[in-house]
């Protein structure tokens, strides 16, 4: 996919993805003035996405721009959001520097439709990049392509009211475009990924993604940007369709791929419950127990799990957010050698007990992490298609522990406790001198 900026070969392709794909785990932030009305517009409660609510209610630019006034977020404590996500096992934090609604959360030269013209003043992101830096996160940004404020982003829906340029020049528009991403690029550190989105609708056009990659490689050779910079992506599965399309992974959103995606960078984004933006009405939390089995699912497909949060216009993370951050730290604390740098399951079937994640050891060894969900009534973990011996089994809780290990005529079977050390996932480490597999799995 990236093939348009000629000069990188693969290793150097591989070097840049390296952080990425060690991560597995990201926190997504959707913050901006939409957070004020929060899901809520005369009276109404509106649908999910909350921060549709403009296109949704169709409000006129001068009537939303007026929301501006009570975004004032006293509340907000960067490093308390970052230390959230570090412990959690988040090792990157993509934040919405502009959502659809163009609002700008740092001072921009560009326009005044930004955090500099509100009650609270201050730059939003500062604050991130360095809590970020201190903790060792990378710091990315969600850009919108699609504008709704700017009078020349090409779509003219009249709702947008006067604001609207009845003539909208796109080239104007992707000018203005860069010149944000440049103070975007320049004032924050290094930024891990760019991660663009609303590049669906027609005045965005491959020509224009394809030239954005490229310029923006040119001044960054190590930044990734995802397949939404240009115009391949399929639907919601928000995968590229073949490689003349830009961009560097593929976008599955509030979905995980069945079978993962064999020889492609991915990333799912996903809610905790059913908007991005924050909402005061909805109350759709998955569990922690759902949010954690995702992650691992995930992972055994050799895929990144982008969590959102949507902070509120105080500048508060919801407390049912928190809540579930917290007990994936509490797992992760345990687990996390099984997620950070692992590779994909070897097996080409889900087990029926959970998921797998491996890692290559040296000597040509391989470890394997079985994720247990479903904890056996038998005391007995029959784990199908392997034909080798294997050197140990233990707990990942539990290092000291020695789990029996004997041939079974599926494969292998391990004895292990007779109940679940953790209801969520258990973990058993798996060490095989060498991975190999039935032929007649
Ligand atoms: O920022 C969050 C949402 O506000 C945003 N993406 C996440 C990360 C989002 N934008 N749009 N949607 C969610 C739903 C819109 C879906 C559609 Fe389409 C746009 C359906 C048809 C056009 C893009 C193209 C997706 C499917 C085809």
Redesign the pocket.
């Known amino acids: 996919m990236s093939g348009l900026v000629q000069a990188e070969t693969k290793e150097e392709s591989d070097q840049r993805m390296a952080w990425f794909r060690d991560a597995r785990f990201g926190m ?1 932030i ?1 913050w901006g003035p939409y957070s004020v009305p929060a899901g809520e517009w005369k009276g109404k409660g509106v649908k999910d ?1 909350a ?2 609510l403009q296109s949704y209610e169709k409000i006129p630019v001068a009537e939303y721009t007026s929301l501006k006034d009570q975004f004032n977020p006293v509340k907000y404590d960067a490093d308390a959001w970052v230390r959230l996500a570090k412990d959690a096992g988040m090792k990157y934090i993509v934040i ?1 520097s502009k ?2 609604d163009g609002f700008c959360l740092w001072d921009s030269k560009e326009t005044d439709w930004d955090i500099a013209s509100t009650p609270y003043k201050n730059d939003l992101l500062a604050p991130l990049a360095e809590a970020c830096r201190k903790h060792g996160v990378k710091l990315c940004f ?1 850009h ?1 392509i699609m504008d709704w404020h700017h009078p020349d982003w090409g779509k003219k829906e009249p709702w947008r009211g006067n604001a609207l340029n009845p003539s909208p020049d796109m080239d104007r528009y992707t000018a203005y475009m860069k010149a944000q991403l440049k103070e975007l690029l320049t004032n924050y550190g290094d930024i891990g990924i760019l ?1 663009f ?2 590049e ?2 027609d005045a965005w056009t491959h020509e224009r993604g394809k030239d954005l990659y490229a310029w923006l490689r040119q001044e960054h050779p190590k930044l990734i940007i995802n397949n939404r910079v240009d115009k391949g ?1 399929q ?2 599965a928000g995968m590229t369709k073949d490689d003349k399309y830009a961009g560097d992974y593929g ?1 599955p ?2 979905e995980i791929p069945a079978n993962g995606l064999p020889g492609v960078d991915w990333e799912s ?1 996903m809610t905790m419950n059913g908007t ?2 924050f909402s005061k009405h909805d109350e759709t939390w998955k569990s922690a127990e759902t949010l954690i089995r995702n992650l691992i699912d995930i992972a055994s497909k050799g895929g990144n799990y982008l969590l ?1 949060v949507g902070p509120t216009a105080e500048g508060k993370i919801p407390a049912a957010s928190i809540e579930r951050l917290q007990a994936i730290a509490a797992w992760m604390k345990t687990n996390a050698e099984a997620i950070h740098g692992t590779q994909t399951s070897p097996f080409p079937e889900i087990p029926a007990w959970g998921r797998c994640t491996s890692r290559p050891l040296e000597n040509g060894k391989t470890r394997l992490y079985l994720h247990v969900f479903d904890w056996p009534a038998d005391g007995l973990l029959v784990v199908k298609g392997l034909k080798q011996k294997a050197e140990s089994a233990s707990l990942l809780a539990d290092p000291s522990s020695k789990l029996e290990v004997k041939p079974h005529a599926d494969g292998l079977q391990i004895q292990v406790p007779a109940t679940a050390p953790d209801a969520i996932a258990t973990v058993i480490v798996l060490d095989l001198p060498q991975l190999s597999l039935l032929d007649d799995f």
């Open positions: 997504f959707h996405n921060e549709w919405t959502h659809h969600y919108s991660w989105d609303g669906w609708e992506r639907g919601m976008t959103e509030q984004c991005w933006g959102n």
